[in-house]
């Protein structure tokens, strides 16, 4: 049984799949906009029209902005071809995408050919030499054999950004900060993972505000769209063998994409063929199709399932192929993959996907997902479940297994901040001041006062959560049931001060109230009231959306619902540990934890006439107590030499 972490309803506008005069879809024209940036990073997910935008923007600066030549880089062959000659003139644009045979350097060749291909294209004047597509590879070890100067007025694209740091991080980052400083290159980098912090990062802070910025959301493509209309992420728990709990949780009248664990994880049996095997038995009788390289499952009803099993190597070009000419809907039934199927791959009738093992990098997160939310006429609602191991309270590694499912669980937290609005908060002054759409109006906000807080929170907040929730204090703090007040009071800003040093303490708590009012506002219940009231149920209360005050979200846990999945599918058990766990660190502080409290405690003085009582029944001030007591400790150590 999937227990669901979030569900967002979409309205089915159809916007995100409409065009413009120039046959742009919504987020291309968004980035066409910002066609004269040198620099430009965008930001959008799977299928919403990246590879196009980048045209569009490539052939404007080829022909209106004095760039020479264009450089498509992509992270595997694979990709190139979403970059072939496209007819664009016929749909509204001035010119169509055409590349030179000879110029795509992701077909068949060996890395060398590439190489010299690369350089004579470089070093060529020949008008048909403009463009010209290359992998991630071919382009760093092309860049050994240059200079940074040959770069002048090109542009280099890098498809899939965030590959750049996790792959080539020495050669190929290195290669894009030396052309960004030392050429007149333009250039411009693409991704779908919407969290900087999930890598190591390729940019140094000051060169990535260099680059202009264009983000797409999630949930400006979903709801854009013509038939999906929701979308659930949530999670189930299992013992002994995962395949044993697949009948649970696999519904096999959806289209499905299985991923099965890394063979490194806990949830992996080190034998991923044996595995394959495993899922086809439980799904039933398996015959193999020499065809099509598909599996041929009976089920105990007598319906057929046409499986493609992406995990064996033997065979697996063949499956590939078959995938990529499909076109209907009974073509395919289920998908079994290990490291394929997330990236460079298209079955939009996918509307499940099934992961086994927790992933501890949001954009392969970001990636599966992007597999099951096409929009296609077969699917009104898509899903994401996580089938994870339940630790045993007897285990040893109880909190190595709790600290994996906190991984797994917020990550769909985090996934929150990209497929549900974004909302834009305004203090509340006058009664007269109303709440409408995104725009939330709040009584007692403290709206940016510098340029510096302002900035982070208009375009660094889903980068922040990332950083708080997958902070292990954090993350146990979730799984122990802390106090909404400590979490939102104490914790999280020491996230912030350590993510943001230069930050002086009336710009943390400007940051901390956006941050923490867009994740609790983001998961409230929504529902009409009479009169065209809004209510919103937070802290199981509904409050009227025109008087919700930042002291009211103070005392609402944001990651609340975490901790009710942990509490519900977690034995009790493993629950006393966990809660014995944190009790034995509560109270530990770091030197810039103890600054951050020291106002607290002051505070907590002046409006209650008296200091923190450590015996206090509420965390919040038992833990400004502690603080206080180990302040006076380190009074005397000092006073005493």
């Known amino acids: 049984m999937t227990s669901n972490i979030f569900e967002i309803n979409y309205n089915g506008t159809g916007k995100s799949q409409n065009t413009n005069a120039l046959g742009m879809r919504e987020m291309q024209a968004r980035v066409y906009e910002k066609r004269a940036s040198q620099y430009l990073l965008v930001k959008a997910p799977p299928a919403s029209g990246k590879s196009r935008a980048l045209m569009f923007v490539a052939l404007d600066k080829l022909t209106n902005q004095g760039v020479k030549k264009a450089i498509i880089a992509v992270p595997e062959r694979s990709i190139g071809k979403s970059f072939q000659t496209t007819e664009l003139a016929k749909f509204g644009f001035f010119s169509d995408w055409v590349i030179n045979p000879k110029n795509n350097l992701t077909d068949r060749g060996t890395s060398e050919s590439k190489v010299s291909q690369f350089i004579n294209f470089i070093r060529s004047t020949h008008p048909d030499d403009n463009i010209m597509i290359c992998t991630h590879a071919t382009l760093r070890f092309a860049f050994e054999k240059l200079n940074d100067s040959d770069f002048d007025k090109i542009l280099l694209a890098i498809d899939e950004f965030h590959h750049v740091s996790q792959d080539d991080n020495s050669v190929l980052g290195n290669a894009i900060r030396n052309i960004l400083g030392n050429s007149s290159a333009h250039i411009i980098a693409m991704t779908g993972s919407y969290f900087r912090g999930d890598s190591v990062p390729i940019l140094e802070p000051t060169d990535e505000q260099k680059f202009d910025k264009v983000t797409y959301t999630y949930y400006e ?76 499952v009976t089920e105990e009803n007598g319906r057929v399932l046409k499986i493609a099993d992406l995990v064996n190597e033997e065979g697996r070009e ?7 000419n499909m076109s209907e809907l009974d073509d395919l039934d289920i998908i079994i993959a290990l490291g394929m199927a997330k990236e460079g791959f298209d079955w939009p009738f996918a509307e499940y996907a099934l992961t086994i093992g927790y992933r501890n990098s949001l954009t392969e997160v970001v990636q599966i997902i992007g597999r099951v939310t096409r929009d296609s006429s077969n699917k009104t609602h898509t899903q994401f479940t996580n089938l994870i191991a339940q630790p045993d309270a007897q285990d040893d590694e109880v909190m190595f297994a709790v600290n994996n499912i906190m991984k797994a669980i917020t990550a769909s937290l985090l996934m929150e901040a990209v497929l549900a609005p974004n909302f834009t908060f305004k203090r509340k002054d006058t009664d007269e001041q109303k709440s409408k759409g ?125 901790y009710e999945v942990i509490s519900k599918e977690i034995d009790a058990p493993t629950l006393r540990f966990i809660q014995d766990y ?60």
């Open 221 to 296: 493509q979903l709801e854009g769209y013509k038939h999906l209309k929701s979308f659930a992420m949530g999670y189930s728990f299992y013992r002994g063998r995962y395949t044993d709990a697949l009948s649970e949780v696999l519904d096999t009248s959806k289209k499905t994409i299985i991923h099965i664990p890394n063979v490194n994880s806990g949830e992996s049996t080190k034998d991923k063929y044996d595995e394959v095997d495993r899922i086809l038995e439980e799904l039933g009788d398996a015959k193999f199709d020499e065809n099509t390289g598909l599996w041929l």
């Open 318 to 324: 063949k499956v590939q192929e078959y995938i990529r």
């Open 438 to 562: 995104t725009d939330i109006f709040i009584k007692g906000l403290k709206e940016p006062s510098t340029e510096r807080s302002k900035n982070i929170i208009q375009n660094d907040l889903n980068d922040l959560k990332a950083t708080i929730l997958q902070d292990a204090q954090i993350q146990q703090a979730i799984a122990a049931g802390v106090d909404a007040k400590v979490i939102n009071k104490q914790l999280i800003p020491r996230v912030i001060m350590n993510s943001y040093p230069d930050l002086s303490n009336d710009e943390t708590e400007e940051v901390r109230q956006h941050i923490v009012a867009q994740a609790v506002i983001q998961s409230a219940e929504r529902e009409e009231g009479t009169n065209g009231n809004q209510f919103l149920r937070m802290a199981n209360k509904f409050i009227n959306i025109d008087e919700i005050a930042i002291d009211l979200i103070d005392e609402v846990n944001p990651f609340q619902r975490a």
């Open 582 to 641: 944190i009790d034995g660190i509560k109270f530990a502080f770091s030197e810039d934890e103890l600054i951050m409290l020291y106002p607290q405690i002051v505070q907590f003085r002046s409006e209650n006439g008296r200091i923190p009582d450590k015996s206090s029944p509420d965390q919040y001030e038992q833990r400004l107590a502690y603080a206080l007591l180990r302040l006076e400790q380190l009074r005397r150590e000092k006073e005493n030499g």
